[in-house]
């Protein structure tokens, strides 16, 4: 177990919609980070926060969009929802922002959009 | 773009055998080298990581090699057992920043 808690497990929702993916990270980690795995893409590294603050952007869409809350849980909210969103949703965290703090990630939110 | 590619998408292996999962990079600012593994129905973790100051690291079964001059670096398992059949991620970033993936690799040890 990676210390790394994301719910829901699974969510189905229709397309147009709007949806939130919650994170709580590993005590005491204070980065944490959203990837999207789909299977011809891989692991898409989508947004990093560190302390609450927002560090990196990757490949996320517009309508997408995160935030860090001062307990350090993370929320990613991804609305107008295409058929094309649907992937596993990782988060993953680490203490700080250095080559010796591994990322541990959660074991994902799989989205459907339907 | 992808800025890690790796080879091959699939490979089987019979038990006892050798693994070899082979990536390349583009971004000499890259400094970072680590291996994921993942189960179905889990999410990615760690496996051993390298940094390009050395040109091997071995942790057990699982060896890494590295190639700075060729901006390629791999995974070796030896003695591959069924209970390594998993997807192995190989990854690469600047310290302190996201990793950046492979594709991935489906590795299916055979009794």
């Known amino acids: 177990d990676s210390g790394v808690t994301q719910t829901p497990k699974h969510l189905i929702t229709a397309t147009g919609q709007r949806v939130t993916l919650r994170c709580s990270p590993r005590s005491g980690d204070l980065s944490v980070y959203w990837y999207q795995q789909s299977l011809d893409q891989g692991l898409q590294f989508l947004i990093q926060y560190y302390n609450g603050e927002e560090r990196a952007k990757g490949n996320i869409l517009e309508r997408f969009s995160a935030q860090q809350f001062p307990d350090l849980h993370s929320e990613l909210n991804l609305s107008s929802l295409e058929l094309g969103d649907s992937a596993l949703y990782f988060c993953?965290?680490?203490?700080?922002?250095?080559?010796?703090?591994?990322?541990?990630f959660g074991n994902g939110t799989r989205l459907t959009v339907t | 773009q992808q800025q890690v590619k790796q080879s091959p998408q699939s490979l089987i292996v019979q038990k006892g055998g050798i693994s070899i999962i082979n990536c390349a990079y583009e971004?000499?600012?890259?400094?970072?080298f680590p291996w994921y593994q993942q189960f179905p129905g889990k999410g990615p973790a760690l496996l051993i990581a390298i940094r390009p100051d050395v040109s091997e690291k071995k942790e057990g079964r699982f060896t890494i090699s590295f190639n700075k001059s060729a901006k390629q670096f791999s995974l070796h398992i030896m003695d591959s057992q069924p209970g390594d059949s998993a997807t192995y991620f190989c990854?690469?970033?600047?310290?302190?920043?996201?990793?950046?993936f492979g594709k991935g690799t489906s590795l299916l040890v055979t009794p």
């Open positions: 990854a690469a970033s600047r310290s302190g920043y996201a990793l950046n």
């Open positions: 971004n000499t600012a890259f400094d970072y």
């Open positions: 993953a965290s680490s203490l700080r922002v250095a080559y010796n703090s591994p990322l541990h």
